[in-house]
């Protein structure tokens, strides 16, 4: 089965944008704000978000990353994982509103452990999360409060997200 792009460059850049303005209009502006990205694509669309929401604010928000490598309950089954860096902006994350960004939200369990990572990092005042493709399967009780596109596929199908710092292209494929 081939792979067929469903998100190219421009698509990608809307749905960031229009997340962007939704985080933004959710917490009334962005004070206050803490936006983290997944590794290791999720770290990428923080910093695009943050970037977005700089030019619109006027306001210097800088994107962190948050490993959750040791906070995943599929270590048995994928010893080989190796662990990122965790890089909480300045200020912390107690009391603020924390994004996590994502590329693909399928089974809930790496948010699950994002959540898990970000007890031991303090308390925030409100976490949500954002992701560029929501394509269903949940294991867990989590859902995405900024979509970018929902992609129903069979839990046979993979998602692929490429995006031009890491990957050269800036694509999303399902096949």
């Given at each position: 089965?081939t792979?067929?792009?469903?998100?190219?460059?421009?698509?990608?850049?809307?749905?960031?944008?229009r997340?962007?303005h939704?985080?933004?209009?959710?917490?009334?502006?962005?004070?206050?704000?803490?936006?983290?990205?997944?590794?290791?694509?999720g770290?990428?669309?923080?910093?695009r978000?943050?970037?977005?929401?700089?030019?619109?604010?006027?306001?210097?928000?800088?994107?962190?990353?948050?490993?959750?490598?040791?906070?995943r309950?599929?270590?048995?089954?994928?010893?080989?994982r190796?662990?990122?860096?965790?890089d909480?902006?300045?200020?912390g994350?107690d009391?603020?509103?924390?994004?996590?960004?994502?590329?693909?939200?399928?089974?809930?369990r790496?948010?699950?452990?994002?959540l898990?990572?970000?007890?031991?990092?303090?308390?925030?005042?409100?976490?949500?999360l954002?992701?560029?493709?929501?394509?269903?399967?949940?294991?867990?009780?989590?859902?995405?409060?900024?979509?970018?596109?929902?992609?129903?596929?069979?839990?046979?199908?993979?998602?692929?997200v490429?995006?031009?710092?890491i990957?050269?292209?800036?694509?999303?494929?399902i096949?």
């Amino acid at each position: 089965m081939t792979a067929s792009t469903v998100l190219q460059h421009a698509d990608i850049t809307r749905a960031l944008t229009r997340i962007s303005h939704e985080i933004l209009e959710s917490n009334r502006g962005s004070d206050d704000l803490v936006i983290l990205g997944v590794p290791t694509r999720g770290v990428t669309l923080a910093r695009r978000v943050a970037a977005i929401i700089q030019s619109v604010d006027s306001v210097v928000i800088s994107a962190g990353a948050l490993d959750v490598t040791m906070y995943r309950d599929d270590l048995a089954q994928n010893p080989t994982r190796a662990t990122g860096p965790t890089d909480i902006p300045a200020g912390g994350i107690d009391g603020k509103t924390v994004v996590l960004v994502d590329d693909v939200l399928y089974s809930g369990r790496t948010i699950r452990a994002a959540l898990d990572a970000l007890g031991d990092l303090g308390r925030p005042r409100a976490v949500r999360l954002a992701v560029l493709v929501d394509r269903g399967h949940r294991e867990f009780p989590i859902r995405a409060d900024f979509v970018g596109k929902n992609l129903p596929s069979s839990v046979s199908e993979r998602i692929n997200v490429r995006l031009k710092e890491i990957d050269g292209v800036d694509e999303v494929t399902i096949g």
